[in-house]
Structures are given as structure tokens and as C-alpha cells.
């Protein structure tokens, strides 16, 4: 079992660039969820999903995008990058709630 | 809006002691997590709470959770110097689970 699987590990972008984080569980978990993480601050919920085929929005969803077209994959798509948008970014997978979250090892991203 | 606060947010302390770290939160849950994080890494689940009263131990770490006080406690019982890390606790808001509401961290500092 890999786990929880991010890639990249760092990206830089400039101010109005797209990308795309990835995100893949090999744990046939349901769950999995894309959290943010600012300087000295907890983690904040982005975008969120129950299943394949079904996504919502969290806390800080704005200037992001999601899909999830199989229980694997969750990637997380940055429309037009901007500097408020450097932050660390945690992906997260749970078979039940009741069994906690796996998290992946993070992408540190910085939008110059 | 489930707002988490966690005191206190910086603890330094001597090996040996013993010291406990809170977590409020705002509305009724009865499934909260506790994380530790090291420095540059990921997310490390501690402790699955899921019912009131619930009390789980591990090494020198035990943590409870006081659904109708809306409390959770992490206690560290003589600490040592690889305990330093940020711990967090979560909130878990969904109905379908997988909606964590972070507090703000406890970055713990034990001197040897």
C-alpha cells in the first residue's frame, strides 16, 4: 500500500497560471478531501468527496476546482493562480469517518 | 459556523512534567481527532473520539473527549524531547463524514 500519494512535492507559478495538484489513494477509501495550510494555522477544508462521481464544496473553495471520476484519483485544479494561494496543500482519504483520515505528504505551493 | 480553539497554542516544558492541552469547539459533534505534525511533514493520526467520554491512551499521550462540554484534552504525561511536534484537533462537522474543522495547533517544545 502506498497510501496517500501527492504530486508534486513543490510547485512554483506565476500569478494567473493554471495546474493541477494529484492526488491518488490506493485503499479503495470513499472518502477524500483537499485541505490548505497557511503559516501557523490549522488546516482549512477546500473541496470535499463522498464517492466517485460526487463533490462538494468545503470552507475555501474559491479558485478551485475538483473532479473525481474514480475512487483513486481526487485531483485539485487551480484555475488562474494568485499569491493568496501559496499555502501547503493536504490530501486526504477515509474509508468511514469513524477510522480517521490518511493524509498525503503535501504539495508546498508559492504563486509569485 | 463549528468554530475549534485549541490552548494553549505554544508549550514549552522540561522533560519529565506532565501538561495538558484543550480543545474547545463550538457546536455538537461527537467525532473528534487528534493529529501530530513535525516540522515540514505531514499530518500523524493520533486518536479516533467518537462517543462521549471516550479516553484513549498511547505511550504518554491519552486523550478524552466531553461531548456535553464540547472539550477534548490531550495530557502528556512525562514528557520527553520526541514529543515536540504541533498537535491539532479536529472537528468532524459532516453528516457524511469527511468535513474535519481544524483548531489552530499546539506547537509543543519539551527541553531536555
Known amino acids: 500500500n502506498a497510501g496517500v500519494t501527492q504530486t508534486p512535492k513543490f510547485q512554483v507559478l506565476k500569478t494567473g497560471q493554471s495546474m493541477t495538484l494529484q492526488c491518488a489513494q490506493d485503499?479503495?477509501?470513499?472518502?477524500m478531501s483537499w485541505y490548505r495550510q497557511d503559516p501557523g494555522m490549522g488546516l482549512r477544508l477546500i473541496h470535499y468527496?463522498?464517492?466517485?462521481?460526487?463533490?462538494d464544496q468545503g470552507e475555501v473553495p474559491n479558485g478551485y476546482n475538483v473532479s473525481r471520476s474514480t475512487t483513486e484519483d481526487f485531483p485539485l485544479r487551480l484555475l488562474s493562480a494568485a499569491p493568496s494561494q501559496t499555502s501547503v496543500y493536504f490530501c486526504?482519504?477515509?474509508?468511514?469517518?469513524?477510522?480517521?483520515?490518511?493524509f498525503g505528504s503535501g504539495t508546498r505551493l508559492t504563486v509569485v | 459556523e463549528l468554530k475549534v480553539e485549541q490552548n494553549p497554542l505554544f508549550l514549552s516544558m522540561q522533560e519529565g512534567k506532565n501538561y495538558t492541552i484543550y480543545c474547545n469547539y463550538s457546536?455538537?459533534?461527537?467525532?473528534l481527532y487528534w493529529y501530530r505534525q513535525d516540522p515540514g511533514k505531514s499530518l500523524e493520526s493520533l486518536f479516533v473520539l467518537l462517543s462521549n467520554g471516550a479516553v484513549k491512551q498511547e505511550g504518554r499521550l491519552m486523550a478524552s473527549l466531553d461531548t456535553k462540554a464540547r472539550l477534548s484534552t490531550l495530557h502528556i504525561t512525562a514528557a520527553v524531547h520526541d514529543l515536540s511536534a504541533t498537535y491539532f484537533c479536529a472537528v468532524d462537522r459532516g453528516n457524511a463524514g469527511n468535513m474535519l474543522t481544524f483548531g489552530g495547533g499546539t506547537r509543543l517544545m519539551v527541553k531536555p
Open positions: 468527496s463522498v464517492g466517485a462521481g460526487i463533490t
Open positions: 485503499m479503495n477509501h470513499e472518502y
Open positions: 457546536t455538537t459533534s461527537d467525532r
Open positions: 486526504a482519504s477515509s474509508y468511514h469517518r469513524t477510522w480517521g483520515y490518511t
